[in-house]
Nanobody
């Protein structure tokens, strides 16, 4: 069992930056591939970014490529999502997830955090 806790969400203006963190309560969290997903009201949960357990694989949704950066610090059992040049359409609840497979599919991730709200205003 891996418990994940997201933090760093908030209310920001378009064009600014925000950094989300996802901390795993157990050291085992550093052995999983980690993904960030988001869900806007009335929409399905969508893939945002992925980093493999050792950082060797990085993947981004086209909508965030060039603006968002995923990183991890396995010494701290923490994954980060640096979000720059935020847009109104980035507004959503952001979730981190841990899985045994490096994939974009939410169903392939075994453990999920509770989510953190990101709201981008004009």
């Amino acid at each position: 069992q891996v418990q994940l806790v997201e933090s760093g969400g908030g209310l920001v203006q378009a064009g600014t930056s925000l950094r989300l963190s996802c901390a795993a309560a157990e050291r085992a969290g550093s052995m999983y591939n980690m993904g960030w997903f988001r869900q806007a009201p009335g929409k399905e949960r969508e893939f945002v970014a992925l980093i493999s357990w050792n950082g060797g694989i990085l993947d981004y949704a086209n909508s965030v490529k060039g603006r968002f950066t995923i990183a991890r610090d396995n010494r701290k059992n923490t994954v980060y999502l640096q979000m720059n040049s935020l847009k109104l359409e980035d507004t959503a609840v952001y979730y981190c997830a841990a899985g045994a497979v490096a994939t974009r599919r939410p169903g392939d991730f075994q453990y999920w955090g509770q989510g953190t709200q990101v709201t981008v205003t004009s």
